[in-house]
């Protein structure tokens, strides 16, 4: 099973700041197959990218993927005040399919 | 418009059963597979394993191997997940998710409560 650690667990930002969270891979993520999803409280997750780095269709061009193997990112440009939230990882490579455990963006 | 459509929370017993029904519209559920994804209050997402709709091939996360089943009824364009021997870390909000691979589309949510 591919054990998915994201960090921070906890980033402190205010709006128009950029945001960097980090997804490590306990082994190679097979042909990228990476997405990330946010989720706001009390909503289900939205998918956000797949592929490691396509953005899915909808998503505002502030949110972007990128990585390979076992190091993934993303990285939001400008932090909007809708973009605080919970944001997980999730590989779809292999199975078991897996999640981090999530990063919270808070408003600082 | 692509919709999964979830059945109303539940509140079960410590060894009971519960099926969650999750109603595909907008699109014939034998296109797509189904995955099951849970999360327990304040933590994060869990994959409970996926059906596929055309053959009804199933595939489970190992922890809950011979208490989930998943089936569908293509006649109603309807998924279900039954869990069984419920237990109290079983809390949690079950969602369905269209496919297998990356998660476009969710259900709504069903909130299963195990309480004595």
């Known amino acids: 099973e591919i054990v998915l650690t994201q960090s921070p667990g906890t980033l402190s930002l205010s709006p128009g700041e950029r945001a960097t969270l980090s997804c490590r891979a306990s082994q190679s993520v097979s042909s990228n197959y990476l997405a990330w999803y946010q989720q706001r409280p009390g909503q289900a997750p939205r998918l956000l990218i797949y592929?490691?780095?396509s953005r899915a269709t909808g998503i505002p061009d502030r949110f972007s993927g990128s990585g390979s193997g076992t190091d993934f990112t993303l990285t939001i440009s400008r932090l909007e005040p809708e973009d605080f939230a919970v944001y997980y990882c999730?590989?779809?490579?292999?199975?078991?399919?897996?999640f981090g455990q999530g990063t919270k963006v808070e408003i600082k | 418009q692509v919709q999964l459509v979830q059945s109303g929370a539940e509140v079960k017993q410590p060894g009971a059963s519960v099926k969650v029904s999750c109603k595909a519209f907008?699109?014939?559920?034998?296109?797509?597979?189904i995955s099951w994804v849970r999360q327990a209050p304040g933590q994060g997402l869990e994959w409970v394993g996926w059906i596929s709709t055309y053959n009804g091939n199933t595939n489970y996360a190992q922890k809950l191997q011979g208490r989930v089943t998943m089936t569908t009824d293509t006649s109603t364009n309807t998924a279900y997940m039954e869990l069984r021997s419920l237990r109290s870390d079983d809390t949690a909000m079950y969602y369905c998710?269209?496919?297998?691979?990356?998660?476009?589309?969710w259900g709504q949510g069903t909130l299963v409560t195990v309480s004595s």
């Open positions: 907008g699109y014939t559920l034998i296109s797509y597979y």
């Open positions: 998710v269209r496919g297998s691979e990356y998660f476009l589309h």
């Open positions: 999730h590989q779809y490579g292999s199975s078991p399919r897996t």
């Open positions: 592929g490691a780095s």
